[in-house]
């Protein structure tokens, strides 16, 4: 690809993943131009379909988790990186369930185009995980698989308590709390 | 109606739940006048269409639950009563979410005809709290709304984690710690 083809196509895909998380998946390819500033031929040159352009931007937001989860690995207090994380998987639920819904809907295998950065998110997780349990900071019986329950169950709890900022936030000290490396039994 | 008429409704309507608590809502009528003992046309006496059955089925289970609470509120150790309702949520919450799910879909208002239930539910969960509070098994920071979310999302966990037991009981426990009144912060 030619540089400014590049340059686009990453305007484009940065435009789509704002309006998406903003809104969600509904967006129009119009809208996407526009707020990438170039034209809609643009769009469809570089994504054919509405599902490829909702894809791409599916699995950038993934790729993102993961770098930041890769990031937090090197973090000084391995039990608040990990506790970072979760807020952060926590908070981008919403858009990444309504986007999986959208894109299986419209019959991708969103399992399949996403197993990569899914791998790459598992195993940062696990090196999180891990580091914080070393630290003491989080209880050893838990790997995962554990965490990654965990993690659908906040967000889901989170979900429920959308409306009321103060008992999402209680909400989710109850799972942390939960997870913290505990006293006795 | 006729006491023959009621016992048949009855057991219909047992027939109907036990086939939708082992394998989700898509059970035929002919299975289930089948289970029942009873002939097709009694059943669609009792209940005209597929979704008045299930609308029924699902009725009776949230009062069934909002029962179990109650009953629980009277039992002697307070906190272990709370554990044993969250466990009992979570069972079934399987089967109630694919019910909702079914009756959405067949264009029942599915908050509509189950909201005394759930009214009565949230009532006895509110009781069933206090006392744990009382009794100082459970945060006090925490009320029904929490709790309620707290509910879906050990449900969601649950589920996420329901091919392992083990894990999925790891992972019930962090939330239930979670819950119990904790040292200082």
Chains 1, 2 share one sequence.
Do not use: C, W, Y
Request: no cysteine; charged share 25%; aromatic share 2%.
């Amino acid at each position: 690809m030619r540089a400014d083809a590049v340059r686009n196509r990453a305007k484009v895909l940065a435009a789509a993943d704002e309006l998406v998380a903003e809104r969600g998946p509904a967006v129009s390819t119009e809208e996407v131009a526009k707020a990438a500033g170039v034209g809609v031929g643009t769009v469809f040159r570089h994504f054919p379909t509405k599902e490829s352009l909702l894809t791409a931007v599916h699995v950038a937001r993934l790729e993102r988790l993961a770098d930041s989860a890769r990031q937090l690995t090197r973090a000084e207090d391995p039990g608040a990186a990990l506790f970072t994380f979760v807020t952060q998987v926590v908070d981008q639920a919403a858009t990444k369930n309504a986007m999986t819904e959208a894109l299986t809907n419209a019959g991708i295998d969103v399992m399949g185009v996403t197993s990569e950065a899914a791998d790459a998110l598992k195993q940062a997780l696990g090196e999180l995980l891990e580091n914080a349990q070393r630290a003491g900071a989080v209880r050893t019986d838990i790997g995962v698989p554990e965490l990654s329950a965990l993690l659908v169950g906040a967000s889901r709890a989170a979900e429920h308590a959308a409306a009321n900022p103060r008992a999402r936030e209680r909400v989710l000290s109850v799972i942390r709390d939960g997870m913290r490396a505990h006293r006795s039994a």
